[in-house]
């Protein structure tokens, strides 16, 4: 299995407080992605890294935000959560030098805010 | 973005093989064809890719079309443990934002005993 983890795997926290999801990967691979899954939606991009300290926006990058001080971490920063950021969280690690690459998912982090 | 159709859900019966439909009619001459899948309570999962070739690893073969079109994904002999979301994913061969991977809604695979 590829060396991606994240953490926490389960977080219950409250309206309007700042809540910090990790990703951490052993492979060195440049790129790293944190996606949310919610029902009937599938996997939304919210924001990516290519770089340490580089980092872009996804689909659905409101409210969010990313830091990468590291290689190997890729933190997703929701400031102030709210309801509607109730979701299943999966980070994904992947070298698209060229297509011709697969991707490595991590096992989700599900966060509820109440 | 290039964009694939898939059906929303198939049926399967165990040890039955299972053919799986994409459609990409807008897919350019360097967009690689992705398949993943994802497991009840997973993250997703690499399955199989290509680019015009037919390919065969051993979780599946993945049949293109000689237009490139349409692609199908093969598990030969399904197995309860199939039964899961598949997607179908073009991929363009450009690093950047150009090579994410952005997922459609994929199709709901069950298999029956």
């Known amino acids: 299995d590829a060396g991606i983890t994240q953490s926490p795997r389960h977080k219950v926290t409250e309206t309007g407080t700042p809540v910090t999801l990790r990703c951490h990967q052993t492979?060195?691979?440049?790129?790293m992605y944190w996606y949310r899954q919610d029902p009937g939606h599938g996997l939304r991009l919210i924001h990516y890294s290519y770089g340490v300290k580089d980092t872009d926006k996804g689909e659905v990058s409101d409210g969010y935000s990313v830091s990468r001080s590291k290689t190997e971490d890729f933190l997703l920063t929701l400031e102030s959560a709210t309801s509607s950021q109730t979701s299943v969280y999966f980070c994904a690690i992947m070298d698209p030098s060229g297509a011709n690459t697969e991707a490595f998912f991590g096992q989700g982090t599900r966060l509820t805010v109440v | 973005d290039a964009k694939t159709t898939q059906p929303n859900s198939m049926e399967s019966n165990e040890e039955e093989p299972v053919h799986l439909p994409c459609n990409h009619s807008t897919i350019s001459g360097t967009d690689y064809i992705h398949w993943y899948r994802q497991l009840p309570s997973q993250g997703p999962e690499y399955v199989i890719h290509?680019?015009?070739s037919n390919v065969n690893n051993r979780m599946a073969s993945l049949a293109i079309a000689e237009d490139r079109k349409s692609s199908t994904l093969i598990l030969h002999r399904a197995t309860l443990r199939d039964a899961a979301v598949y997607y179908c994913i073009l991929r363009a061969n450009y690093g950047g934002s150009q090579g994410n991977l952005i997922f459609g809604k994929g199709t709901k695979l069950s298999v029956k005993p």
């Open positions: 492979e060195n691979h440049r790129y």
């Open positions: 290509g680019l015009t």
